[in-house]
């Protein structure tokens, strides 16, 4: 089974900020990711991070804390676009385990 | 410069059969890893190829079997299908044997077992 936490479904409104968190298991931890998946598309790479702190490109930023085994995808300026799947990844050095997802739905 | 690609798109076959599934790494890409996704979970992985050699299972049965080409492109086989197998199979390339750094993802071949 999967041993990513996220919420399954997050709600906001356009042109708002929202926050995704991830909780990830410990052991064989090289990184964490963020993916981003459209229905019936392909997973597409968002971001990645190996170290504490905060990642920032373009509206998207995402931050990790080991201590905490924690980590959270942050969207700024929502767009009706950005409706989609969201998805946090370990980074287990051959392979990437995901969480189950969570859906965001944006409302105008 | 292409991105990842997978052959086919779409599939549907009869429980028992077997599939190969095809994947073209990104080029400049080395190492192809395969992901069965089912319907609202996330991506499971199958295994990882490098060097032409299997690296790494997840917990898949013997059923499933791949290879790795000398121009890095892979295969994935599926014998003795059964309807549980019926999935988004995800090829995802990346660069020296490292499975999780900014890997890359085809659109994926959705397989139907009827």
């Known amino acids: 089974g999967q041993s990513l936490e996220q919420p399954s479904e997050v709600t906001a409104v356009e042109g708002a900020i929202v926050q995704i968190n991830c909780t990830y298991q410990?052991?064989?931890?090289?990184?964490l990711s963020w993916y981003q998946q459209h229905d019936g598309g392909a997973p597409t790479f968002l971001s990645y991070?190996?170290l504490d702190g905060l990642e920032e490109t373009g509206r998207f930023s995402s931050f990790l804390s080991r201590s905490d085994s924690y980590g959270y995808l942050l969207l700024q300026e929502l767009q009706m676009k950005d409706s989609a799947s969201y998805f946090c990844?370990?980074?287990?050095?051959?392979?990437?385990?995901w969480g189950a997802g969570t859906k965001l739905i944006i409302k105008p | 410069d292409a991105g990842v690609t997978q052959s086919p798109t779409h599939l549907i076959k009869t429980r028992g059969q077997q599939v190969t599934l095809r994947c073209s790494p990104k080029?400049?890409?080395?190492?192809v890893s395969w992901y069965q996704q089912a319907l609202g979970q996330g991506p499971q992985f199958i295994f990882q190829?490098?060097?032409?050699?299997?690296?790494q299972r997840g917990n898949f049965p013997d059923r499933f079997s791949g290879h790795q080409f000398p121009n890095y492109s892979s295969e994935l086989n599926v014998n003795a299908l059964l309807l549980g197998d019926s999935a988004l199979y995800l090829c995802?390339?990346?660069?020296?044997?490292?499975?999780?750094?900014?890997?890359?993802f085809g659109q994926g071949t959705r397989l139907t077992v009827v």
């Open positions: 990844a370990q980074d287990s050095n051959y392979q990437l385990i």
């Open positions: 995802a390339s990346s660069l020296g044997g490292r499975g999780g750094t900014e890997a890359f």
């Open positions: 991070n190996a």
């Open positions: 190829y490098y060097e032409e050699e299997e690296r």
């Open positions: 410990t052991s064989g931890f090289y990184g």
């Open positions: 080029s400049g890409h080395d190492t």
